[in-house]
């Protein structure tokens, strides 16, 4: 039930990108992704719900693949301020109960 | 406006004390969820409130554990007898969900409240 986050944690310089992925073994009903810096409250980024989407803003984007079991989220020309844990929830049916995978830490240095 | 508030924000309890935990949600939001965060994990699913009616609690882990939301605005969670492995952070979130998928909606996070148990 609780998806699966690959990497654990990345380490980048800043302008440099980097893929998070959130994979599941069944088929999901939407995907969320949030941010969390240490100490603080997840904050929501994006949702996705439908197989072969795409969506971002800025230069933080996220796909959704047609099996709907796959979700990645891409960073692109990283700043400093991207530095924290991402996180999905993933949803399996529409029983409004989220699992959210273990986590990508990412560090963005100077 | 003012986000989801959560006190207190900082709690240390004796194993076997019981502790209360209050959310705050946002002005008109009708959904409310609690999670647990371990430390370096991702917030586990405790309860789910539509209102005050509590929809879902399949993710409490024990029967020490009880929430509610009597006039379906602020919600309490509620711990009895603490364990050592009660502790972690208990973040509420709240949506509005305006009657379609809940899952289509933002869901609004609190600060948290690190509850210790020694």
């Known amino acids: 039930q609780q998806p699966v986050q690959s990497p654990q944690a990345v380490i980048l310089r800043e302008g440099e990108d980097a893929v998070i992925n959130c994979s599941s073994s069944?088929?999901?009903?939407?995907v969320h992704w949030y941010r969390q810096k240490h100490g603080e409250a997840p904050v929501f980024l994006m949702i996705?719900?439908?197989?072969?989407e795409q969506k971002g803003h800025d230069k933080i984007s996220a796909s959704f693949n047609e099996k709907k079991q796959q979700s990645s989220l891409y960073l692109t020309a990283s700043q400093l301020s991207y530095s924290g844990t991402y996180f999905c929830?993933?949803?399996?049916?529409?029983?409004?109960?989220?699992?959210f995978g273990s986590g990508t830490k990412l560090n963005v240095k100077p | 406006g003012a986000g989801v508030s959560q006190s207190p924000r900082y709690k240390v309890a004796k194993r076997g004390q019981d502790v209360a935990l209050r959310c705050d949600p946002i002005?008109?939001?009708?959904?409310l969820f609690w999670y647990q965060q371990a430390l370096g994990q991702g917030p586990e699913f405790l309860t789910y409130?539509?209102?005050?009616?509590?929809?879902?609690k399949s993710g409490l882990p024990s029967d020490r554990f009880f929430a509610e939301r009597p006039e379906g605005s602020v919600s309490t969670l509620k711990i009895q007898r603490t364990q050592q492995e009660d502790s972690a952070v208990y973040l509420c979130?709240?949506?509005?969900?305006?009657?379609?998928?809940?899952?289509?909606?933002?869901?609004?996070f609190g600060p948290g409240t690190r509850l210790l148990v020694l």
């Open positions: 979130a709240s949506s509005y969900s305006s009657g379609i998928a809940v899952s289509q909606e933002t869901q609004y």
């Open positions: 069944k088929a999901l009903y939407s």
């Open positions: 996705l719900l439908k197989g072969g």
């Open positions: 929830g993933t949803e399996e049916h529409n029983f409004n109960k989220f699992y």
């Open positions: 002005s008109g939001h009708v959904s």
């Open positions: 409130f539509q209102n005050e009616a509590q929809l879902d």
